[in-house]
């Protein structure tokens, strides 16, 4: 179909040539010019209605396109809003999978945290256990040395007890010999023990000496007092250094009735040098008088007084023993005083007898008087 502009240059053209037409048909005068102009005019009339009509068959056209454009973008649009809604329902479907996961996810956590407190408690209850079974296996070892320990226990009660059997024996011995006039001093800890004492007094009742001294005063002293008595004519001289046990010592053997027997002699100690040592020993001076030492009883000083406290017992004592004095060493089984022993025999000639005793005791003669 020719379009508008084609249709009106066409018209305009063939006015053209119908108004040069009619012109010259005016200038003619074969023409009335008012006929002329109805004519002239009549195709530019029929050109415009021509013109109308297809303009308004081309809008109508084009408002038909419009139309169905319209309709399938219509169609689009509710395809589109169709897809919008399932895209929405997919969405709340997958915010409630999502909020039903992220729900699940808190689950989760809770668990997994109340887990990891569980874990720490059991690490806690593990660590403890752990504890208690390195304790158990420790009291386990500790019963597993029980029967040696029982047995230690054992041999050291069964030798306690036969060792207070032969205490008490040697005790009721000592007793058959004496009568005492007062109670009698306390025998064993830091006094002899009967068993050293018995043989002593074997020795005062075999020997029967004139002069008994013996270095540290207290119970023994007691002892050796009633025998002496017992064979008259002899003495007890005891070195105390202790102000305290030599007012005790005196007024053991006041209470005994043996003042006339023992005597208590303070003998403070003072220092002894000798070969470059030195020791803590009994004062020289209370030394000058004692003559024919018979029975020397070495129980003193105490050996917090220093190293072989007692080794100046033998020279300075020996120039005033008689030659068959016996010298008796109490607590002979301790090292120190085996040591003094030792010494003493390398440095003078003496002979060693050495008795079963609680504490020890060596008795040292001279060899070859
Ligand atoms: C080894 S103790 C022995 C005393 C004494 N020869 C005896 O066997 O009974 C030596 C020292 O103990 C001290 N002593 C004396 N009487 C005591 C007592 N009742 N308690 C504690 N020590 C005492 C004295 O200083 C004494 O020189």
Redesign the pocket.
Known sequence: MPTPRTLALVGMALGAVAAAALAVLILLEVVDPLAAVILGGLPYALAALALVVVSLRRVDGKALRIDTRVKKQEATLVRVETLLRKMDERLSSVAAVAKDRTGRSEDLQAVLSSLGEDRVNATLGLREIDGRVDALRRELDRLAELPDRLDAVRDDLSGQIRQTYRQLEAYVDLRSLISPRAPLPELRG???SPDALRCLIEDVCARRPKLVV?C??????VWLGYVMEHFGGGRVVCL???ER?LE??RSLVAAHGLTHVVEIRHAPLRTWEEGGESWQWYDREALRDLDEIGLL?V????AATGPQARYPAVPLLLPHCSADVRIFL?DASRDDERAVVARWRREHSLELTRREAEKGLAILTIANP
């Open positions: 830091w006094a002899a013996e540290g005063s207290g119970s023994s002293s105390e250094h202790d046990y005790l010592s009883h129980d003193g000083p105490p109490d």
